[in-house]
């Protein structure tokens, strides 16, 4: 079984930074990616960045450019970095991974974190 857990949501004010961590544990032969989706009042949970097993990015429009992503592949963890938040940044964030089957990773299973808040007073 694989367990994945966030940390590091706060309340802060516009302009300021937070970083947000997660660590998967348990049972893992490898993992193909990690990401961090977020899910505000009254919406659909949304892709906000990931990474893949040799460091590729992506990044959806509203992090480009403030968030930056990065992982420790030692310690299955991920991290996001938000810069000049702002209030449409409060949500829930949650933590995906992408957990291999086997060492060679020719199939995987997501699992998914319980989120960790954020919120942005203006």
């Known amino acids: 079984q694989v367990q994945v857990l966030e940390s590091g949501g706060a309340l802060v004010q516009a302009g300021k930074s937070l970083r947000l961590s997660c660590t998967a544990s348990g049972t893992i032969p490898g993992i193909h990616a990690m990401s961090w989706y977020r899910q505000a009042p009254g919406k659909q949970r949304e892709l906000v960045a990931g990474i893949n097993s040799v460091g590729y990015t992506n990044y959806q429009a509203p992090a480009e450019g403030r968030f930056t992503i990065y992982r420790d592949s030692d310690r299955n963890t991920v991290y996001l970095q938000m810069n000049s938040l702002k209030p449409e940044d409060t949500a829930v964030y949650y933590c995906?991974?992408?957990?291999?089957?086997?060492?060679?990773?020719?199939?995987?299973?997501?699992?998914w974190g319980k989120g960790t808040l954020v919120t942005i007073s203006s």
């Open positions: 995906n991974v992408d957990v291999c089957l086997t060492s060679t990773c020719g199939s995987s299973t997501p699992y």
